[in-house]
T-cell receptor
Framework: DAKTTQPPSMDCAEGRAANLPCNHSTISGNEYVYWYRQIHSQGPQYIIHGLKNNETNEMASLIITEDRKSSTLILPHATLRDTAVYYCIVTGGGTSGSRLTFGEGTQLTVNP | DTAVSQTPKYLVTQMGNDKSIKCEQNLGHDTMYWYKQDSKKFLKIMFSYNNKELIINETVPNRFSPKSPDKAHLNLHINSLELGDSAVYFC?????????????FGNGTRLTVT
């Protein structure tokens, strides 16, 4: 699986959009970009994933660049409850189960 | 309704003891996993089962033995506990066998070995 690079920390004002970047310059054609987050003392929570196209769900939007070497997770209206560590993961999957490799992630702090 | 539940939430024990952590999922998923999160917060996969069949077994000491009595349960038994086993252990499940299905995690079991 391709390696990802994320900033270690970011701050965001409550009510504003939080834009979390991720670089994955070695991503290959069949690898997906996944985002998870981990709120303190809880298990990781799936947010969104995509291959080439931009994706949106009730939690967030995922913007993937045309060359697929980077992506941005957007939380449109951040709340205090969005304070968490956000993980960007690239995985090809396959049929042998999920060996998701979690890096250090980005600590997002939403301030009142 | 808790989708992926683990018991116990906290486990404190002495070196050399044997302990088990239980996991159950009510999502109807075919695949279940055990992950370990160490003190540096890195999350690493340990095992994965698909319909009671072991499909992933990372480089884990053989003191760790997963057991899946049915596809809704994946328990983790640890023999001869060592100080380095102290960590948070997360159970997870996913709909399919492949790696492109989102994982649903439990809230973890914090194991402390003294």
């Amino acid at each position: 699986d391709a390696k990802t690079t994320q900033p270690p920390s970011m701050d965001c004002a409550e009510g504003r959009a939080a834009n979390l970047p991720c670089n994955h310059s070695t991503i290959s054609g069949n690898e997906y970009v996944y985002w998870y987050r981990q709120i303190h003392s809880q298990g990781p929570q799936y947010i969104i994933h995509g291959l080439k196209n931009n994706e949106t769900n009730e939690m967030a939007s995922l913007i993937i660049t045309e060359d697929r070497k980077s992506s941005t997770l957007i939380l449109p209206h951040a709340t205090l409850r969005d304070t968490a560590v956000y993980y960007c993961i690239v995985t090809g999957g396959g049929t042998s189960g999920s060996r998701l490799t979690f890096g250090e992630g980005t600590q997002l702090t939403v301030n009142p | 309704d808790t989708a992926v539940s683990q018991t116990p939430k906290y486990l404190v024990t002495q070196m050399g003891n044997d302990k088990s952590i239980k996991c159950e999922q009510n999502l109807g998923h075919d695949t279940m996993y055990w992950y370990k999160q160490d003190s540096k917060k890195f999350l690493k996969i340990m095992f994965s089962y698909n319909n009671k069949e072991l499909i992933i077994n990372e480089t884990v000491p053989n003191r760790f033995s997963p057991k899946s009595p049915d596809k809704a349960h994946l328990n983790l038994h640890i023999n001869s506990l060592e100080l380095g086993d102290s960590a948070v252990y997360f159970c997870a499940s996913s709909p399919g066998r492949g790696g492109r299905s989102p994982l649903h995690f439990g809230n973890g079991t914090r194991l402390t070995v003294t």
